[in-house]
């Protein structure tokens, strides 16, 4: 059976699980569109300082742009680090709604993603709070608050999240041991 | 026994309605578990006992 017709096998006997993957697909596409944007704008703000003013949505960072580059562009790539993790997380997640299979739903394949994405998600939360800290510190150092707010909410909640994925993974793990033992029981 | 009893695997499958591949799973001894439904159909097949088709191997 090639793609096509799993594609369209999947459409009418899993309607439900392919709306999801729409969904997830359209915030995986924004958070990409996000994390371009940031790096065109910073990228361009290299050349064109005056850019920093207003990098993706209001994120000024052009006191730090002024004060220190290296500092301004470490500020930039945690930003940019953690929409493609964000992203990296929705892509997982699109990548298991495509190999899960209701018929058979314990494979190694989705269970090795499903783990994957509680890494991720706990990775999420560090990268945030470092990113908080830093930022905290950069405020400190130039008197001047960046407003990353929308970058930089829900540490607790992805650390929380992700470590309940992963419980969520090792259950579906031992689903898998069971599946298999089940699919060898003649 | 199934050479014993003149029978091919195609045969058994379709006198125990059993797939091909499960009883190829459980000639081949990858098999986790068998149920006693499938271990009396398999018997009766071929008229033996369970002990004419199973083996204790110690690991």
């Known amino acids: ?186 | 026994m199934m050479a014993k009893r003149k029978i091919s695997l195609n045969e058994l499958s379709e006198k125990v309605d059993i797939t091909l591949s499960n009883l190829s799973i459980l000639k081949t001894g990858k098999a986790k578990a068998v149920r006693f439904t499938t271990l009396e159909a398999i018997c009766k097949a071929l008229d033996c006992q369970p002990g004419d088709i199973l083996e204790f191997v110690d690991d």
């Open chain 1, 1 to 186: 059976m090639n793609w096509k017709e799993a594609w369209k096998n999947k459409w009418e006997t899993q309607p439900v699980l392919m709306l999801l993957t729409i969904v997830i697909w359209s915030i995986f596409i924004g958070l990409c569109i996000k994390g371009g944007t940031l790096l065109f704008t910073s990228l361009y703000s290299l050349f064109n300082p005056e850019v920093a003013q207003n990098l993706y949505q209001g994120l000024n960072l052009s006191v730090a742009r002024e004060w220190h580059l290296g500092y301004y562009l470490g500020a930039v790539s945690l930003l940019l680090g953690i929409l493609v993790a964000k992203a990296y997380i929705f892509f997982l997640v699109i990548l298991v709604f495509l190999t899960i299979d209701l018929v058979h739903p314990f494979s190694k394949e989705v269970s090795v993603l499903i783990s994957r994405i509680g890494k991720v998600t706990v990775e999420v939360g560090v990268l945030i709070i470092i990113a908080s800290g830093y930022f905290h510190w950069l405020s400190s150092q130039t008197l001047h608050s960046p407003a990353p707010s929308g970058f930089l909410g829900g540490a607790f909640e992805y650390l929380i999240m992700g470590a309940v994925i992963y419980a969520i993974a090792l259950v579906f793990k031992r689903g898998v041991e069971i599946q298999t033992d089940n699919d060898l029981t003649v």
